[in-house]
């Protein structure tokens, strides 16, 4: 009898500290946010997007140059700090294979034509529209963020924060440069 | 059962969780952890985004220790949650360590006592030469008073409210189901909280409560000629896939209770969002209207054409801001205060004319506009507030109440119901009555002594003093 009884209590004690540590392990889990991020090394989702004007552009088709993925919004006081330096590296990088995409989220035409021109961007914007490709596929959180696309369609590097020209070029090279 | 010095880890656990003491510490260290954790506001409560600066900026050093401290977020650190979880296996194996006994005891319990143990008992009364019919008499007389009987030969058990007995249990129960409740949140889909912000006609899914919330109109009113808010309420639509399955008209405390989820008119946005208008174009010189055109201001046309001018749209900032640093730019993508620049051309101008328009901003364009030929002015405008819906579901909400009822209930039996319990035995030509209760003494000598007058018995007095030490003592 005795025996029997020691025995219920060990299992009313392990049932009882497991259901409390699962609790636990639930409560820690629930309270850190799942955070889910493009990660470095895979092969960059594709897609299809319209550009300001009006032709429309497929990532699969770019293989063998390399992208630089740039998404942003006019109304986003980085994007506008780092779009000289961009439109900087375009200029001296276009000719050695790298294409620039530069993703606007959420605008209308008129705003991101209008900034087009005054800062004199000249590779190609697309019209994201319905955050589509910046937020459901490349999961951006802060803008901007940058995506360096290598020869062969994967993702090499990612920055999420405004980029100087010397970022861009020491990052853009080796890519260029690998076979 | 547990034999001293001689314990095992188990045995030592579930004697420390079996501890009285052990349990009353852990709801008053836990009274004290939850009073402290009230004293300021907890992070999720706190008007703004950056918890290290509020707790200084508002309440000072002592406010900064308190974030430092961790009692900023005291009910979900982990080791608020260990002695909340602590206290829930200690009323577990507390009940089964005292309940359990308790309960075989009473069961196993026998009706015939040996004559001394009634003897003995607090209230007693006997009568010599007594017949097996009057012990008969006395358990019907039991029954009447709604008592339950036993009899064995010459013995009789009668027994009202054993069940009150296990108060105590009930509450630990109670207690426990309000544990389990609270936790309940965790379950995936069970919990939601969060504020959905909605322009018109806008809707938005909520992946964790499977539906979408759309806003069917907005309105808001002042009272009049004050900026003081008479009323704020949204038309609200609820949607599952295409197919719409709810709407109501929300007003400030009268919730959409949709699929066990409320959903709370709670704030809007005290800022108008352009959306439409009817800009008119006015030649400066003749002070005449050249003509009107729609503007449709989340996307407006690139070009207007207004009599026999052609507006071409060069730029549009929805949420215009000068900035000495940073020049014009858009401060947002919602049409707050747009400003949008012209190019025009058309009949006497020689080259287009360039020409801001900002209804937002008049005395900038004003201050622009000295050489415009034309002014650009809206005539009709069609603006709305972005509404602010509280997205509310709990479904652990029932589960705590149902714990507080099931408590609420054990103290009720803890307080105001007794386990009474007669025996009497027939020995020898003589019956002895004993009686005993768990509480009310007073009550229960009343119903002794009715019960054993008809059998020519009694008045007796209860033996040994009624007061509790605790209560004070009459001076003799």
């Known amino acids: 009898m005795a025996k029997k009884t020691g025995l219920s209590r060990i299992i009313t004690i392990l049932v009882l500290l497991a259901a409390a540590a699962g609790i636990l392990y639930a409560v820690v889990s629930f309270n850190k946010q799942e955070v889910v991020e493009m990660k470095k090394g895979v092969a960059a989702p594709d897609f299809t997007l319209e550009t300001l004007d009006g032709k429309s552009v497929t990532l699969s088709d770019l293989k063998g140059k390399v992208v630089l993925l740039n998404v942003w919004a006019t109304w986003c006081a980085p994007c506008r700090e780092e779009m000289p330096a961009i439109q900087q590296a375009y200029d001296a990088y276009k000719d050695a294979g790298l294409e620039v995409l530069g993703v606007n989220l959420r605008e209308n035409n008129i705003t991101v034509k209008g900034f087009a021109n005054e800062f004199k961007l000249t590779f190609p914007i697309l019209l994201d529209k319905e955050a589509k490709v910046g937020v459901d596929l490349y999961k951006v959180v802060p803008i901007p963020t940058s995506f360096f696309i290598d020869k062969d369609g994967v993702l090499r590097e990612i920055a999420s924060f405004p980029m100087s020209y010397e970022y861009i070029e020491n990052t853009v090279k080796p890519l260029l440069q690998a076979q | ?476």
């Open chain 2, 1 to 476: 059962m547990n034999k001293k010095g001689k314990r095992n880890l188990f045995e030592w656990i579930w004697d420390w969780f079996a501890s009285v003491k052990v349990g009353v510490s852990l709801i008053v260290i836990i009274a004290i952890a939850a009073a402290i954790g009230s004293i300021y506001p907890q992070v999720n409560a706190i008007p703004h985004p950056n918890p290290d600066f509020y707790y200084k900026d508002k309440y000072g050093n002592l406010g900064a220790l308190y974030h430092k401290l961790g009692f900023s977020e005291m009910y979900i650190s982990w080791w608020f949650l260990v002695l909340v979880l602590l206290l829930g296996i200690s009323l577990v194996i507390v009940s089964i360590d005292r309940g359990v006994p308790l309960y075989k005891s009473l069961k196993n319990q026998p009706v015939a006592r040996k004559v001394i143990g009634i003897r003995s008992d607090r209230l007693y009364a006997h009568k010599s030469e007594a017949q097996t019919s009057e012990l008969d008499q006395l358990g019907t007389i039991l029954q009447k008073r709604r008592y339950k009987i036993r009899r064995e030969d010459g013995a009789l058990l009668a027994e009202k409210g054993r069940f009150p007995r296990f108060g105590a249990y009930v509450i630990h129960l109670g207690l426990i189901i309000v544990i389990l409740g609270v936790f309940a949140r965790l379950v995936p889909g069970w919990y939601y909280d969060s504020m959905v912000w909605l322009k018109e006609d806008e809707s938005k899914t909520i992946p964790e409560v499977g539906f979408t919330v759309k806003n069917a109109g907005f309105t808001l009113e002042y009272y009049e000629n004050t900026d003081r808010v008479k009323k704020f309420e949204t038309d609200v639509q609820v949607f599952e896939g295409d197919k719409q399955t709810a709407q109501k008209h929300l007003i400030v405390n009268d919730p959409l209770d949709y699929n066990n989820t409320l959903i709370f008119q709670n704030s809007f946005d005290p800022q108008p969002m352009y959306k439409s208008g009817k800009a008119v174009m006015i030649d400066k010189k003749t002070q005449s209207e050249v003509g009107t055109f729609e503007i449709d201001f989340n996307n407006p046309e690139e070009t207007y054409a207004v009599g026999p001018y052609t507006l071409k749209l060069d730029n549009y900032f929805p949420d215009l801001k000068v900035d000495a640093e940073q020049g014009i730019y858009t401060n947002s993508r919602d049409a707050y205060n747009p400003g949008l620049l012209f190019s025009i051309t058309g009949p006497g101008l020689e080259q287009a004319s360039q020409q801001w328009m900002m209804p937002g901003a008049p005395f900038v364009e004003e201050m622009l506009g000295k050489e415009y030929p034309f002014t650009l002015r809206l005539k009709e405008l069609e603006a709305f507030n972005m509404t602010g819906l509280l997205v509310h579901r709990d479904l652990g909400i029932p589960i705590v109440y149902t714990g507080c009822a099931v408590t609420m209930w054990g103290f009720v039996l803890v307080f105001y119901f007794q386990h009474r319990r007669i025996w009497a035995r027939l020995e020898d030509g003589e019956l002895h009555i004993g009686a005993n209760t768990n509480k009310n003494w007073l009550g229960f000598v009343k119903e002794f002594n009715k019960v054993i007058e008809p059998l020519g018995l009694g008045p007796v007095e209860l033996k040994g003093k009624l007061l509790k030490k605790s209560e004070p003592q009459p001076t003799e």
